[in-house]
């Protein structure tokens, strides 16, 4: 990888999925903002006790036999207003974890010593039994070998060497943004990679261009978490079909995770629309608010010079040089998985017996029935990342002969950014189990299923998953929280059957995660994306956010409401896309187009 200690400053940042703070900075950012800091308490408390007491008072009538009570919605909204206090969604959650624990035993007997031992037993007890699950440990098992291959893939240079190759077709402005967004689509595979990569790589040709360095990181950290979190192979896939997995067992659906991934996928509006809106506003050359400043400024006099510290974000990553750089060393491994995961899932699944001839292998039906029916789909996936990065390892070895060191060391990273996905993993596992001993979703949908109405569940899911993940800065705990709460009233709208509401809420949960993830000042990917970008980050967090807003709010009003009414997901896409060319052409209509 990179050499020097600069270097691997940069490179350490990607080493965790929430929590991360800028070193050195933290005494001075705690007491500027402790006002702000303040209020935020106070805030937060304030909510927590007001919607206890409103759960307390909107309590069913005690009837016979066992019942949900109001407090099973302590734990996941405990979890909710502490990440938004501390920033630390590890601590949030182990918290929310053994205040369930305790609620399970104390509620019964507050006086009793023997309670509460129970209740600290009890909360152990939600951690073993996910640790126990085969299933989890399956799960559990993808990240490392995923991580590492990616890692390996790096150092061999084979993103470099597509990047390469994409160059040579960027001739200006617009070409620039474009390989710039083009990359970030093909990084799909993971997030943390995607920023390091497209950020680092693509620097020196968008400062040839006079691209603002916000605009590099806009980029960047847009083509980051919606992407992976859309792509089917990805460091993503494994943490949502889990989830989405285990709430289908809640369910009783006769449905798989992976099947409720897809049948959100049309309904990932927030994903989608930014996907888009990235190529349309660089095709259109039109910005506005502070983007159009930074734009102007870079126009006149350059991105930006490059310091010590640009030249550490834009080095090489790896032992080799451009030059010696080569695509085959990623496409091989990638492919390879994708391939043999594919494979895996349509044997496991009984393709062959279910194929009507070829032209069910076009049809997506066909393939959803496939994926839905196989039964092993853990198993596969962790072979498939053993596969890519056997590949991975085959190839760093045939055109970049790597050392065992630079290889060792590709380890050491991997493992190390697998640790807090497996925190983060089991945590989460933990809490939908405290919340099902609780009966909270159960509760939930006794005070919310007769009082709101399903059209705008979806949507109301969709703003709190958004304000949730944009306050913690982590889509992890943010999926972690609101998918064992809210799928399950969802389904209760739904009449208990698998419908329409249930599908959008899923993608609606899903969507409003990443939207934190992309664009919170707290989260990972916003930081490695300036760092990658040599861009500061409340800079880049204040030119990126009134984009951000306006694609949330193109998908909240023409895509997820239309939809719940009833619209075609496909034609509240479309509705979508050309709202944002008309709001791009309204907005920005006395810019001045952008040279290509």
Request: hydrophobic letters at 50%; proline letters at 5%; one cysteine or more.
């Amino acid at each position: 990888m990179r050499s020097g200690p600069a270097t691997q400053d940069v490179l350490e940042v990607s080493a965790g999925q929430s929590g991360f703070r800028v070193r050195g900075d933290e005494n001075k950012s705690d007491f500027l903002l402790k006002p702000k800091a303040l209020i935020r308490y106070a805030v937060a408390v304030v909510v927590f006790v007001a919607l206890c007491a409103l759960a307390a008072f909107c309590a069913p009538v005690a009837e016979e036999g066992p019942r949900a009570a109001w407090y099973g919605i302590v734990p996941p909204l405990l979890a909710i207003s502490l990440a938004f206090l501390t920033r630390n969604v590890l601590l949030s959650l182990g918290i929310a974890i053994l205040v369930g624990g305790l609620l399970t035993e104390v509620s019964q007997a507050p006086l009793s010593i023997a309670a509460w031992f129970r209740g600290l037993t009890t909360a152990g007890s939600l951690v073993g039994a996910t640790v126990r699950s085969k299933s989890n440990l399956q799960t559990l098992a993808f990240i490392p070998p995923i991580f590492i291959m990616i890692e390996v893939t790096i150092a061999s240079g084979g993103f470099r060497g597509i990047i390469v190759w994409l160059l040579r077709w960027v001739k200006g402005r617009k070409s620039a943004q474009i390989a710039t967004g083009l990359m970030g689509v093909l990084c799909f595979i993971d997030d943390y990679a995607s920023a390091i990569i497209v950020g680092s790589m693509m620097q020196p040709i968008t400062d040839r261009f006079r691209v603002s360095r916000e605009k590099l990181a806009f980029i960047v950290d847009a083509t980051s978490a919606p992407v992976a979190g859309l792509a089917v192979i990805s460091t993503w896939i494994a943490y949502e079909v889990g989830l989405l997995g285990q709430i289908a067992e809640q369910l009783h659906l006769e449905r798989s995770g992976y099947s409720l991934f897809f049948d959100a996928l049309s309904f990932r509006f927030y994903c989608l629309l930014m996907t888009a809106f990235i190529f349309l506003h660089a095709i259109l050359g039109r910005d506005f608010g502070p983007m159009k400043t930074a734009e102007e400024r870079a126009r006149t006099d350059g991105p930006g010079e490059r310091n010590a510290a640009d030249a550490a974000g834009g080095a090489s990553c790896g032992v080799v040089t451009p030059e010696s750089g080569r695509a085959v060393n990623a496409l091989v491994p990638l492919g390879g998985l994708i391939v043999f995961h594919i494979a895996g899932l349509w044997v496991d699944g009984g393709g062959p017996a279910k194929l009507d001839g070829a032209g069910s292998l076009l049809s997506l039906v066909y393939w959803r029935d496939v994926i839905s029916a196989a039964r092993h789909t853990h198993l596969i996936l962790d072979c498939a990342a053993l596969f890519g990065l056997a590949l991975a390892l085959l190839f760093s070895q045939l055109h970049c002969s790597l050392s065992m060191p630079v290889i060792r060391s590709c380890f050491r990273r991997g493992i190390k950014r697998a640790m807090i996905p497996f925190v983060i993993l089991i945590l989460a596992w933990s809490l939908k189990n405290c919340c099902d001993k609780l009966r909270t979703g159960q509760f939930l949908t006794s005070i919310l299923a007769d009082k709101v109405s399903a059209y705008w569940f979806p949507p109301i899911v969709f703003l709190v998953a958004c304000v949730t993940s944009f306050a913690t800065g982590t889509s992890y705990g943010t999926m972690a929280i609101l998918i064992p709460t809210a799928i399950p009233v969802a389904f209760a709208l739904d009449g208990n059957s698998y419908g329409l509401t249930t599908m959008i809420s899923v993608g609606a949960v899903l969507d409003g995660a990443i939207f934190g993830d992309h664009c919170s000042p707290i989260s990972d990917t916003t930081i490695m994306s300036s760092i990658s970008s040599s861009c500061d980050l409340m800079q880049h967090v204040r030119t990126q956010l009134p984009y951000s807003l306006l694609v949330a709010a193109v998908a909240l009003l023409c895509a997820y409401l239309p939809s719940a009414l009833g619209l075609p997901g496909g034609l509240s896409l479309i509705l979508g896309v050309f709202v944002m060319v008309c709001l791009l052409l309204l907005i920005a209509r006395g810019e001045t187009t952008l040279p290509a």
